[in-house]
RNA sequence: GCCUCUAUAGUUCAACGGAUAGAACAUCGGCCUUCUAAGCCGAAUAUGUAGGUUCGAUUCCUACUGGAGGCACCA
């Protein structure tokens, strides 16, 4: 990658000015590419901050700075075609013409790999994402964990890392005796077979209905929970049907979305190791008996303590986690571990990670809570189940794909019944993911039908489309690979050199989403690398251009296809051909 | 009260301590006898308040104000 071939060329330059001037530590800098092309391609604060720790000026500091890289035996001038100093001491370095377009060879060469990496080798994560609850519906919440750990999982792997999903399915714990509870009493399996988390819900809303009536419900409950946990012949069975009808459900939303996992464990799997974890917590005496149920004290990380065992015996979710925790240590042995989920549970993290600690299990992981915003109603408040706010996935989708329907209907007529279908799954899927992973993790979004279905400017089909437009001319051209061998030196109008520079900078751009946890940084790239070539595509003939220049332009466009594809993919969007 | 996020244009969002704070939607005005107008070009509008650190702060720190969420027997 060329940015680390400059972030090294200047730091050895850089340690050299160190000892010109004599300064007890290297300051940070910075090398970064730029956003538009003003001030030259690549630029970094090397100087300014050299300046500010040898006290000088950091115009003056630059300039040796350049005489040193210029000297350096790395430094290849057929690279960079300038480097200055400006004004309050950026260095900017603008690439030679000839070096971008020798890079779209390599580009093109790459093909399907351009982007990945083996930077990650020999490393394992394990990306624990989408974690739905059995018997309640998956909604645009759990659409986040879904859709960001994915990509977090397809950006990884393309960067070398042997990556493992593992789907940590609600499947345990107190709801079942709520549930168990309500089927003995009100349920119909045929019901359920038909449609069954939508019954699963019925069952649960009238149980709580009844309840708020009838306290001893709460009591029933608690004794099939019990009677399951411990492994009533009875219980275990309607347990296993309602899991099973609940992940039919879900796998149907997987495969719609395109998601898989290397593993589904759901909390169930850990249940027969929780005793054995409480009894270690409690041998290492970090854990201890109060008011009856077992918990673990976290006053050392100024956390509130963590309940690992209850009164009445049942464990916890705290536990199941760190069962899972002891069993990945075992079997997959990973470096790290992420867990994609909503911010809403950072306390349970915290304490989770600092009971690691505590049991001396962390040394050699790291630990990870990947924490994103919540989806807020318009009121930008919580959606709430209870009074209908939330809005299943299943009509999300519906509703997305079609509109699509529609909008390819209109555009393209002529495409066959079949094409026009695919196409409007793609592209409506694609809209719901982008909207959710062209935002920044943190921020709290606001569910917006609008917005979500938007289908122009920043979107998803924005970049399919841009797609599809190149692949048109491909197709038109009759462009066969790029191994045709064709004179590169013929792009070097502007429009042309902004969009191999763009490309250029794919590699580096997974490289910080991958270490940002962030997609939405190739998003954001995507999104530019769509308008530069949009632009170029207003302006710039392709088909109508001489011979020679028309195969350089069409091989040009060819690599922004592929790296349009290649960072869809990893934002787990598909690239139609034609739309 | 403590903790985790968060505050940017009318709205929804970007911006790895850097250069003139980017988009999209909505609004207004242009561009289809030339490769897909789901496109392109142009206009207008924004960093909650008060301090601090810094050559430089939307970004880091402190306080205040506002928003979301969480704080032992749910997950």
Redesign the pocket.
Same mark, same amino acid.
């Given at each position: 990658m060329l940015k680390n071939k400059l972030e090294n060329l200047i730091g050895k330059s850089a340690k050299k000015i160190q000892k010109k001037y004599k300064l007890k530590k290297l300051p940070k800098?910075?090398?970064?590419?730029?956003?538009d092309f003003?001030?030259?391609d690549y /630029?970094? $604060?090397a100087a300014?901050?050299l300046?500010?720790e040898a006290k000088k000026n950091?115009m003056e500091v630059g300039d040796f700075l350049i005489q040193k890289i210029k000297k350096d035996k790395n430094f290849h001038s057929e690279i960079f075609e300038k480097i200055e100093i400006?004004?309050?001491?950026?260095?900017?370095f603008t690439l030679s013409t000839k070096f971008l377009q020798k890079n779209l060879l390599e580009i093109l060469k790459q093909g399907e790999k351009f982007g990945s990496s083996n930077s990650g080798k020999g490393k394992t994560i394990i990306v624990d994402y989408s /974690?739905p $609850?059995i018997a309640k519906p998956m909604h645009v919440g759990h659409l986040r964990s879904t859709i960001i750990g994915q990509s977090l999982y397809n950006i990884y792997k393309f960067l070398g890392y042997k990556t493992i999903s593992d789907n940590h399915i609600?499947?345990?714990?107190?709801?079942f005796g709520k549930l168990i509870y309500a089927y003995k009493n009100w349920g119909d399996k045929k019901k359920i077979n038909q449609n069954p988390i939508e019954e699963m819900t019925k069952l649960y809303v009238k149980f709580h209905k009844e309840a708020e009536e009838n306290k001893e419900l709460e009591e029933f409950a608690?004794k099939e929970?019990k009677k399951l946990q411990d492994k009533n012949k009875e219980n275990m069975k309607i347990w296993k049907f309602l899991v099973e009808e609940s992940l039919k459900e879900f796998d149907k939303i997987y495969k719609i979305l395109g998601i898989k996992f290397d593993y589904v464990l759901g909390?169930s799997f850990y249940d027969n190791m929780l005793e054995q974890i409480v009894n270690e917590c409690l041998k290492k005496k970090i854990a201890r008996k109060?008011?009856?149920?077992i918990?673990i004290n976290l006053d050392k990380y100024?956390?509130?303590?963590?309940?690992i065992?209850?009164?009445?015996g049942?464990?916890?979710?705290?536990t199941?986690d760190l069962a899972a925790i002891k069993y990945r240590l075992k079997k997959i042995k990973p470096d790290k571990i992420l867990y994609v989920v909503?911010?809403?549970?950072?306390?349970?993290f915290?304490q989770l990670f600092a009971s690691l600690e505590l049991l001396d299990w962390s040394k050699n992981i790291e630990m990870k809570h990947i924490?994103?915003?919540?989806v807020?109603g318009?009121?930008?408040?919580?959606l709430s189940t209870r009074k209908g706010e939330t809005v299943p996935l299943e009509s999300l989708i519906e509703k997305a794909v079609k509109l699509?329907r529609k909008?390819?209907e209109?555009?393209?007529p002529k495409l066959s019944k079949a094409e026009k279908e695919k196409?409007?799954k793609i592209?409506g899927i694609g809209?719901i993911k982008y909207?959710d992973l062209?935002?920044?993790?943190?921020?709290?979004?606001?569910?917006?039908w609008?917005?979500m279905l938007?289908?122009?400017?920043?979107?998803a089909?924005?970049l399919?489309?841009?797609h599809?437009?190149i692949?048109?001319?491909l197709?038109?051209?009759k462009y066969k690979s790029s191994a045709k061998s064709f004179n590169q030196t013929l792009l070097k109008n502007e429009l042309e050199l902004s969009i191999l520079k763009q490309l250029l900078f794919f590699p580096e751009i997974i490289e910080?989403a991958a270490q940002?946890y962030?997609p939405?940084?190739i998003a954001?790239y995507l999104?530019?690398l769509?308008?530069r070539f949009?632009?170029?595509?207003?302006?710039?003939?392709?088909?109508?251009?001489e011979k020679e220049l028309r195969l350089a332009?069409l091989n040009l466009i060819f690599a922004a296809a592929t790296v349009l594809k290649n960072g869809l993919g990893l934002l787990g969007i598909k690239a139609?051909?034609?739309?």
């Amino acid at each position: 990658m060329l940015k680390n071939k400059l972030e090294n060329l200047i730091g050895k330059s850089a340690k050299k000015i160190q000892k010109k001037y004599k300064l007890k530590k290297l300051p940070k800098f910075t090398v970064e590419h730029s956003r538009d092309f003003q001030f030259g391609d690549y /630029a970094t $604060n090397a100087a300014m901050v050299l300046g500010k720790e040898a006290k000088k000026n950091p115009m003056e500091v630059g300039d040796f700075l350049i005489q040193k890289i210029k000297k350096d035996k790395n430094f290849h001038s057929e690279i960079f075609e300038k480097i200055e100093i400006i004004k309050p001491g950026f260095i900017n370095f603008t690439l030679s013409t000839k070096f971008l377009q020798k890079n779209l060879l390599e580009i093109l060469k790459q093909g399907e790999k351009f982007g990945s990496s083996n930077s990650g080798k020999g490393k394992t994560i394990i990306v624990d994402y989408s /974690a739905p $609850n059995i018997a309640k519906p998956m909604h645009v919440g759990h659409l986040r964990s879904t859709i960001i750990g994915q990509s977090l999982y397809n950006i990884y792997k393309f960067l070398g890392y042997k990556t493992i999903s593992d789907n940590h399915i609600g499947d345990w714990g107190t709801q079942f005796g709520k549930l168990i509870y309500a089927y003995k009493n009100w349920g119909d399996k045929k019901k359920i077979n038909q449609n069954p988390i939508e019954e699963m819900t019925k069952l649960y809303v009238k149980f709580h209905k009844e309840a708020e009536e009838n306290k001893e419900l709460e009591e029933f409950a608690r004794k099939e929970t019990k009677k399951l946990q411990d492994k009533n012949k009875e219980n275990m069975k309607i347990w296993k049907f309602l899991v099973e009808e609940s992940l039919k459900e879900f796998d149907k939303i997987y495969k719609i979305l395109g998601i898989k996992f290397d593993y589904v464990l759901g909390e169930s799997f850990y249940d027969n190791m929780l005793e054995q974890i409480v009894n270690e917590c409690l041998k290492k005496k970090i854990a201890r008996k109060s008011e009856d149920a077992i918990i673990i004290n976290l006053d050392k990380y100024n956390l509130p303590l963590f309940l690992i065992k209850k009164k009445d015996g049942a464990y916890l979710y705290a536990t199941t986690d760190l069962a899972a925790i002891k069993y990945r240590l075992k079997k997959i042995k990973p470096d790290k571990i992420l867990y994609v989920v909503s911010n809403e549970q950072a306390l349970h993290f915290q304490q989770l990670f600092a009971s690691l600690e505590l049991l001396d299990w962390s040394k050699n992981i790291e630990m990870k809570h990947i924490k994103f915003g919540m989806v807020l109603g318009k009121n930008g408040k919580k959606l709430s189940t209870r009074k209908g706010e939330t809005v299943p996935l299943e009509s999300l989708i519906e509703k997305a794909v079609k509109l699509a329907r529609k909008a390819v209907e209109e555009k393209n007529p002529k495409l066959s019944k079949a094409e026009k279908e695919k196409i409007a799954k793609i592209v409506g899927i694609g809209a719901i993911k982008y909207n959710d992973l062209s935002q920044n993790r943190l921020t709290d979004i606001v569910f917006d039908w609008n917005k979500m279905l938007n289908f122009q400017g920043d979107s998803a089909p924005y970049l399919q489309y841009t797609h599809a437009r190149i692949k048109s001319i491909l197709r038109k051209a009759k462009y066969k690979s790029s191994a045709k061998s064709f004179n590169q030196t013929l792009l070097k109008n502007e429009l042309e050199l902004s969009i191999l520079k763009q490309l250029l900078f794919f590699p580096e751009i997974i490289e910080r989403a991958a270490q940002e946890y962030n997609p939405n940084i190739i998003a954001d790239y995507l999104y530019q690398l769509a308008g530069r070539f949009n632009l170029f595509y207003q302006k710039i003939p392709v088909l109508k251009a001489e011979k020679e220049l028309r195969l350089a332009r069409l091989n040009l466009i060819f690599a922004a296809a592929t790296v349009l594809k290649n960072g869809l993919g990893l934002l787990g969007i598909k690239a139609p051909e034609e739309m």
